[in-house]
């Protein structure tokens, strides 16, 4: 009588529970944001971002294996197809410089017509981009700019010098966080009560 060699059925019901977990936290979202936040999840966890060609393939019952069975992940695409940048920089409203050039580089990376689509973002294509998108001369320096999103951790450096590519950080603010609310309005000073000057009393004649 031989042995199952599988595996035990605690340890099949922890990694069936596991899923079901990340199922119901995911269940909320749409796909493009399940892939994101799948993909976020594989980067904290040190895991490759895209599963090696070799992995077991999907059953043919399962919901994923038509979208998957070319083996490369889809990136994040909006809900009704590529968007211009002016009407996606509008939508996001990013608020500073750097938020402005990270903006542009998830545009570029994610949600710009396939053809217009690239990994990395220099000074021209920023400067080029910020004019696109209506805002011509918003950026200044815009190497400086982006430089300084690299530096709050947004970009990453590219494949050549000048070249930069939106990490994960970056895309959790474009994707998630951006919008980020309207503008404070800005503030009126408030008078209070008004009060009456004393009057010195006159005096009579």
């Not at 608020?95 to 017509?113: K, S, W």
């Not at 209506?134 to 000048?162: C, E, F, I, Y």
Request: proline share 9%; hydrophobic share 35%.
């Amino acid at each position: 009588m031989t042995k199952d060699s599988g595996a035990s059925p605690t340890k099949k019901n922890a990694d069936l529970n596991a899923v079901q977990i990340i199922r119901d936290a995911l269940e909320e979202f749409d796909n493009d944001k399940r892939e994101q936040i799948i993909r976020w999840a594989r980067e904290s966890l040190g895991l490759p971002t895209t599963a090696p060609h070799a992995a077991i393939a999907p059953s043919p019952a399962s919901p994923s294996a038509a979208v998957h069975a070319s083996g490369a992940p889809s990136a994040p695409q909006p809900p009704n197809g590529p968007k211009d940048i002016a009407t996606f920089v509008t939508e996001k409203n990013p608020e500073t410089d750097m938020q402005l050039a990270t903006t542009i580089a998830y545009y570029y990376r994610f949600v710009a017509p396939a053809n217009e689509r690239k990994e990395e973002i220099d000074a021209e294509s920023l400067r080029d981009a910020c004019r696109l998108a209506g805002r011509p001369g918003k950026l200044v320096k815009p190497l400086m700019t982006l430089n300084n999103a690299h530096a709050k951790g947004l970009l990453d450096r590219g494949s050549a010098r000048g070249k930069f590519v939106i990490n994960s950080v970056g895309e959790n603010l474009v994707g998630m966080t951006l919008p980020g609310g309207t503008a404070q309005p800005a503030r009126t000073r408030t008078r209070g009560p008004a009060t009456a000057k004393a009057k010195a009393p006159r005096r009579r004649k």
